[in-house]
């Protein structure tokens, strides 16, 4: 600051000077009446009220002049800042209310319109499929078992009477985790099928046994549209006394008509299973035109082909040798099984055409098949 100097003339000093006072004040009205936001309107305040602004250093060399000088000076420089901060001020709270008006339209909520829910899941149908049938079994006194899908082969192949040289072990078919290290030893594959946790099933309890076991299964297959390396399946496994091909028969009969309606029947064709002794093909009757559509052009059926059968899967009595693997008896006891893929029930009961929509998990799959439990 300057020392005070007793011949200076207030009005001599050009910022003083009421007409330049004049200009800064206008200067910064026009800066602010300008401003049109509350970001500009920051930078037009450090501009004219900050203290490099003109007119903070304008007062400050108020300091300088002559006493006699100071008041009339310094009451000029106020007048001019007091506008200019009044100003400054009322610009200040004209854009606030701006903002906040806009601030009310923009996110404005109107809590009457309608709302857009969560969108519902759906259950994979596998799943729910593969449940309706447990509750089938579930109802008859059956138990549901699962068990591991890294598997030994003891438990997938050996104890099921395959032996070492069956087809079924070969590298196309079957994923191999790990190979046998000894004589002793088992080697780990993916299960192919759920028949080990019978065999766990059957060394863990005495009979009377009456289980189904449902799961993934693993075999070397190229995904698609009708098959697929992952697949789902369910067996069942009934080991009592006195056990017979008719009681098979007629849990088959019972299953088929508790899925896909009342009358409904099955039938055997021979076939061979190194487990079952005598082993069968299992068919059930088509349940869209029940057997209508045989030798009867006029009235073909897509879902059997006009066969009038579909086929399910393998079924027989249990083998006395895997009885005796596991343990049991079988002098005095007996037991039949059979089994499926769920895969395949699933494409002729809901017309599924690609076995690739069912592995892909697109909800727009799932969807039309609703949350059913
Ligand atoms: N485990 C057999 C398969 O995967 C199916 C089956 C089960 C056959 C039980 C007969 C008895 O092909």
């Known amino acids: 600051m300057s020392a005070p100097n007793k011949s200076y003339d207030p009005v001599e000093v050009e910022a003083l000077k009421p007409e330049e006072l004049e200009r800064l004040r206008d200067e910064a009205f026009a800066a602010f009446a300008a401003a049109a936001d509350l970001a500009a309107l920051h930078e037009a305040k450090i501009a004219h009220t900050g203290p490099t602004s003109p007119l903070s250093l304008a007062n400050r060399e108020i300091g300088a002049l002559p006493p006699q000088a100071k008041a009339e000076a310094g009451k000029r420089v106020g007048m001019a800042r007091g506008a200019v901060s009044k100003a400054l001020a009322a610009r200040q709270a004209e854009l606030e209310a ?28 596998l799943t729910t499929l593969s449940e309706r049938i447990e509750d089938v079994f579930v109802a008859m006194g059956y138990e549901v078992a699962e068990g591991p899908e890294v598997e030994a082969e003891w438990f997938n192949f050996d104890a099921l009477n395959f032996e070492p040289d069956h087809p079924a072990r070969a590298m196309q078919d079957t994923f191999f985790v790990q190979d046998k290290q000894g004589k002793a030893d088992s080697g780990v594959v993916l299960r192919t099928h759920t028949s080990p946790v019978q065999v766990r ?18 075999r070397t297959d190229e995904l698609d549209a009708t098959h697929t390396p992952v697949f789902t399946q369910v067996e069942l496994l009934a080991i009592d006394e006195g056990l017979t091909m008719a009681d098979l028969k007629g849990t088959l009969d019972h299953m088929v008509q508790a899925l896909f309606g009342t009358g409904m029947s099955t039938r055997l064709r021979p076939n061979y299973f190194p487990f079952t002794e005598p082993s069968a093909e299992m068919d059930m009757q088509c349940y869209v035109c029940r ?73 727009r799959f799932t969807r039309p098949f609703g949350m059913e439990i």
Do not use: Q
């Open 201 to 218: 099933t059957m060394i863990d309890r005495e009979p009377p046994v009456y289980v189904i076991c449902p799961g993934r299964v693993y």
């Open 98 to 125: 701006e903002r906040d008006a806009r601030v009310l339209v923009e996110e404005a909520v109107d809590v009457t319109l309608a709302y857009d829910r969560a969108p519902a899941g759906a259950r994979h149908p």
């Open 291 to 363: 057997g209508e559509s045989v030798g009867n052009p006029d009235r073909p059926c897509r879902t059997c082909s006009s066969e009038g059968w579909i086929e399910l899967g393998g079924c027989g009595m249990v083998n006395p040798r895997v009885l005796i693997a596991a343990g049991i008896d079988p002098e005095k006891y007996s037991g039949f099984a059979f089994g499926f893929g769920i895969e395949r029930m699933l494409m002729f009961r809901h017309n599924v055409e690609d076995m690739r929509d069912m592995v892909e998990g697109d909800v």
